[in-house]
């Protein structure tokens, strides 16, 4: 099951919108968009290979994405809000 968020930060006037793709298991990593009225701002790819292991059953492995998912897209919102993106 390949998991994602989509959000809209709301920082100094602007929205950006802010997407968040797991890529699946097979390349263990998520990737990150940050728009701005549709315009690409940034784009990063994290990976996750060492926090997941094949032996974990499928539903552990989900879960722990979904919360490194969480936690990445407060971290994007976090960096936004300091002026590192957009």
């Known amino acids: 099951m390949i998991i994602g968020a989509n959000t809209v930060f709301e920082h100094a006037g ?8 797991d890529l ?3 390349h263990r990593a998520i990737e ?3 728009y701005d009225g549709g315009t690409l701002l ?5 990976p996750y290979a060492e926090e997941l292991t094949p032996a974990q059953p499928k539903a552990e ?3 722990q994405v979904a919360k490194l998912l969480e ?6 919102q976090a960096a936004i ?4 993106i957009g």
Not at 42 to 46: D, E, F, H, M
Not at 81 to 84: I, N, T
Request: proline share 0%.
């Open 42 to 46: 940034w784009r990063k790819r994290v």
């Open 24 to 26: 699946g298991f097979e």
């Open 81 to 84: 809000a300091k002026g590192k």
């Open 61 to 63: 492995r989900e879960e």
């Open 71 to 76: 936690r990445t897209l407060h971290t994007v």
């Open 14 to 21: 602007k929205q950006y919108h802010i997407q968040a793709e």
């Open 32 to 34: 990150l968009r940050v």
